[in-house]
């Protein structure tokens, strides 16, 4: 079946400080690659995705790349900011496993001024 | 275009009764998908509804279920609710049908069962 494995936070960076959150994946057939963000009180927001191998999604400053042969799908950003602070989820989609979302466990980001 | 919409945002119910919660699609979307969201299980999917049918099951019992009408519309039931429902419940709505197709979330309905 599939899975999704992310890194745990929290991560704790200072504003204009480099962001990385990894990403690995196990999926039956060839999955769609997906980031949400979840700020408090709030529900899931698309923040990029990405649908074959070597893709590249990006928005508001967020990079990740669909590594086919590494099954990683890393998340960056080069400068964060204090509205970063949020919880970051790496998702996949596979039509062999029903188009249904399968997510990662989440990773806390805490950006201080 | 306005966005997901749930209904209500919050809810307390005791142990055994039964709830319903509502969830208004991006005009237009056709399939709706309900996840539940919990502390110490994650994000975790529970259904998905394309018009009007039950396109897809996770590994719920049969306590949670769910409807769509054909405005797109969805509601989901829980019955005998227990203490570990209480949770975040999340419905998506996507436009198409690939897996190319990103999902759109609601903000959500709180549950908390005592």
């Known amino acids: 079946g599939n899975s999704v494995t992310q890194m745990e936070g929290p991560v704790t960076l200072s504003e204009e400080a480099f962001l990385t959150i990894n990403c690995t994946y196990t999926?039956?057939?060839?999955?769609?690659l997906f980031w949400y963000v979840q700020y408090p009180g709030e529900g899931l927001q698309l923040l990029l995705k990405a649908t074959k191998a070597d893709d590249k999604g990006s928005n508001k400053g967020f990079e990740a790349t669909y590594r086919k042969e590494t099954t990683s799908f890393h998340l960056e950003k080069g400068s964060v900011q204090v509205s970063d602070s949020a919880v970051y989820f790496c998702?996949?989609?596979?039509?062999?496993?029903?188009?249904?979302?399968?997510f990662g466990g989440g990773t806390r980001v805490l950006v201080k001024p | 275009k306005a966005g997901v919409t749930q209904t209500p945002r919050y809810l307390i119910k005791t142990r055994g009764q039964q709830v319903t919660l509502s969830c208004s699609p991006i005009?237009?979307?056709?399939?709706v998908s309900w996840y539940q969201q919990t502390p110490g299980q994650g994000l975790q999917f529970l259904f998905e509804y394309f018009s009007e049918t039950q396109r897809n099951k996770g590994n719920f019992p049969g306590r949670f279920s769910g409807r769509q009408f054909s405005n797109s519309r969805s509601e989901m039931n829980v019955s005998t609710l227990e203490l570990g429902d209480s949770a975040l419940y999340l419905c998506a709505s996507m436009d198409g049908q690939g897996t190319n197709s990103p999902l759109h979330f609601g903000n959500g309905t709180r549950l908390t069962v005592t």
């Open positions: 005009s237009g979307h056709r399939s």
């Open positions: 998702a996949l989609r596979s039509q062999a496993a029903g188009n249904k979302l399968t």
């Open positions: 999926a039956t057939g060839y999955p769609s």
